[in-house]
Structure formats: C-alpha cells, structure tokens
C-alpha cells in the first residue's frame, strides 16, 4: 500500500456488533497509515466487541457512540458527521443493521446518520453463514444494493462461532483495498490490461538456474493501479514472492519462454500491454536431466546458450497489437538506450527507470520516451508511480482499441 494513498479523505468508519470489530483495528490502522482522517461512530452493540478507547487511540479522534452526546453543542452529530465524509463504511456491518439499513430505520446514532448521509456508503457484512443466507438478510442485502449502497464481500471460509460458509467479513487488506479502489477515478473502465512482472527463472538442471534480480514490485503496483483504474488486469508474473493485487488475475510461470507463451495465449484480448517483466535474454539449449554433479577431475560445467523469444517485440508485431509499453532497466546512457530500445521494440511507449538500478526498492524515477520526445517524471515510490503512469498510459491509449 501507497502512502498518502487517501490522503484529503475523510471517513465515517462505523462499527456494528460482531466478533469481526477487532479486525477493524487493522482496517484503521491502515486506513490512517494511507493518510486518510477517520470518524469512528459505534453502535452499542459494537463497544461490546471492541472499546471505544482502543478505536480512539488508533484513528485519533474521540469515538461517537450516542445520539446524546453532549460534546456536540447543536446535538445533530448525525447531520455533522455525514456532511464531513467523503464516505461512510459499516464494517462489519451486523445482520440487524443491514436490516435497518434496508427500512430506512434510524434508531440510534449510526443507523440515523446513514439515513442523512449526502455522501456514497459501503457495506461490509459479518454474519454467521445461515444468518447470511437467511432469505430476510437475502433480501435486505438486494434492497440495499439496489438503493446504491456498495456491498462488500461477505468472504468465505471458516467462522467464528467454528461454522465453515459465507458470511465472514472480508480481511482488513482487503477492505482496505477496496476502499482505495472505490476513491480511484475509472479512466481505465472498459479496458483489458495485459502485464508481465518479475524475474524469469531459467533452469540449468533439475536445482539450479538463471534469473536476475527484479522483485516484481512495479509490475505488480502498475496491476494494482490498472485494476483501481477500472481495468480488467491479468498479470503473467515469474517468480516472486509477492501477493496477488485485489482483484488481479494471475498467471504464475517461470521462464521467458512459458512467460511469451501465457502472452501470446492472452494478447489478442487486450487493449493494453505492459512489459514490466526482466526477461531472461538467454536460455542453456539443454536443461541437464538430473543434478549436475562435480566430477573427480573438478572440470568445470559449460553451457550453450540459445536466445529466448522476445515478448514485448512479438506483442507489438502483431496485426492489431493492443497497445504495447515497454520498460527498460539500464545501467547507463538511459536517454541514449531508451530511446533506442523503444524504436527497435517498435512500441509507441517505453519507461525508463533513470539512475542507479532500483530492483526491490520501494521508491522509482523514470522516463517516458516516444515519438515526440522524453519527459522526466518525479521520484515517487512505486504505489504512487504507478498510478502516474496508469494515468499517462490512459492518456495515450487510442479510442479505437475499445472496438477490439
Ligand atoms: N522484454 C521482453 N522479452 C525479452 C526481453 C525484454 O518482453 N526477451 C521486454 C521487457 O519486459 C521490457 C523491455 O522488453 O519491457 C526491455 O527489456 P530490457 O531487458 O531492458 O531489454 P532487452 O531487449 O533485453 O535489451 P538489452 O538486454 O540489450 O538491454
């Protein structure tokens, strides 16, 4: 997660009953960690679960429990608080107050201020998973919706009360993200984005191998960002050890050659592709059978090396290639190089990464060369960056790629 990634919003985070509430301590942590202020409103049912002072001390504000609160000189926190947010989110949001939610009810400080909002709501259930599927909850949850409220989850999974099925509450990374994603302007709605991110792994023999040090970090954040964007992202990613982007498809595959193949399989789909992938250059021509093993005389093993196809130069040499960016990781004479990468790659966008090699860390300068030119971006870290260049990306993107 970015920093400042919600920095200027304002939430109203309310918290029903539910064993889930002790997750929500996460949730604010994060939420506060990615720049956001954060209201926290609890219903009485709540304090049960989780203090009001725990939540106060993570989101730094007084927690507003009652309608009757005296700190409130005009006794309308219910108006007061809503009108500040740039959202409300119930999480977890009770049976009981999906209910009311449904019927308009507002009997206590929570329920009330939904009812006055001015601004968008989200929904995160947390229920036991016969309550969940309960035709009423059913019910109340399709009127809820259907009134524009954004309903999240429930997951899946073992529960609290030692049942296994829907109804669990979504985890805080995941509410997180949603969250991030729901703030996130959709300039990318509609479109099909295909990446590549991560090392590639060349095996010499059944243990050992080729690869090189790229961590995955900017391919993956650059598919975070697509997806926040509105984009359909799937991601052919070599091996790292990174998790899946909320909802990101993912293909895991481990040499150049499975990596161009995933491609190729998918690019006739796409709109957008996006090499971020280190692509090993070169492949052994023969990976040996079984571990190669000194010999008595200590000869040293040689390898015959073959070249391995070129992904992003097959991509855009196809009849209709979506539209391809490259990147380039160079450890010298960037404007020279990428310029000249860019032309023999035949792509209408490359980034450079500017400076010393940054594989693994969080932070990234780069440069955009095409045809008009190179332009220097700002260092940022690789969150941040991404969403930059989503948006750059966005802006470049022809029309008629929508008709494909
Ligand atoms: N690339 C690719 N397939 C390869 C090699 C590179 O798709 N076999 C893509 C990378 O994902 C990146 C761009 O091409 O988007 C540039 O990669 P880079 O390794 O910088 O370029 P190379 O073509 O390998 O050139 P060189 O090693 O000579 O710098």
């Known amino acids: 997660m970015a920093t400042a990634e919600l920095a200027g919003k304002h939430l109203v985070l309310g918290l029903t009953g539910g064993v889930a509430c002790y997750k929500i301590a996460e949730l604010t942590r994060l939420l506060i960690k990615a720049g956001a202020t954060v209201q926290v409103v609890m219903t009485d049912a709540a304090t049960q679960f989780i203090t009001p002072v725990t939540m106060q001390a993570l989101s730094g504000r007084p927690v507003y429990t009652s309608q009757w609160d005296a700190r409130v000189p005009n006794n309308m926190a219910h108006i007061d608080l809503s009108r500040e947010a740039d959202a409300i989110v119930i999480a977890p949001a009770s049976t009981d107050f999906i209910a009311k939610l449904s019927h308009g009810m507002a009997d206590d400080l929570l329920s009330t201020l939904c009812v006055a909002r001015d601004c968008p709501l989200l929904v995160v259930p947390a229920m036991n998973r016969q309550m969940w599927q309960n035709p009423a909850t059913q019910r109340n949850v399709a009127q809820v919706r259907a009134d524009g409220i954004d309903v999240l989850g429930p997951d899946s ?18 509410i997180y993200e949603a969250i991030a994603s729901f703030f996130t302007p959709k300039i990318l709605s509609g479109r099909r984005v295909l990446l590549t991110a991560g090392p590639t792994f060349e095996p010499l023999d059944p243990v050992r191998g080729i690869t090189n040090r790229s961590s995955g970090k900017m391919g993956f954040a650059l598919a975070r960002a697509a997806q926040q964007a509105g984009a359909d992202v799937l ?127 969080d932070d990234n300068e780069v440069v955009l060369f095409e045809a008009s030119g190179a332009t220097k971006l700002p260092r940022a870290d690789k969150q941040a960056l991404a969403r930059t260049l989503i948006a750059e990306i966005a802006k470049r993107v022809p029309n008629t790629s929508l008709i494909k």
Not at 158 to 173: H, I, K, N, S, V
């Open 235 to 361: 991601l052919i990613a070599g091996p790292v050890a990174l998790d899946t982007p909320w909802g990101v498809y993912r293909e895991d595959v481990q040499t150049a050659q499975q990596m161009h193949d995933a491609v190729m399989r998918a690019a006739a789909d796409y709109d957008i592709f996006i090499g971020v992938a280190a692509v090993a250059d070169w492949r052994v021509d023969h990976v040996a059978e079984h571990k190669i093993k000194k010999t008595a005389d200590r000869a040293l093993p040689s390898f015959n090396f073959v070249e391995n196809p070129d992904i992003l130069a097959s991509v855009a040499k196809m009849p209709f290639p979506p539209y391809c960016v490259g990147f380039a990781a160079e450890s010298g004479d960037l404007d020279v190089h990428g310029e000249e990468k860019r032309v023999r790659k035949n792509v209408p966008l490359l980034i450079g990464n500017l400076g010393p090699l940054t594989f693994g860390q």
């Open 157 to 174: 999974g073992p529960q609290a009360c030692g049942e296994t099925g829907d109804g669990r509450m979504l985890e805080p990374e995941a």
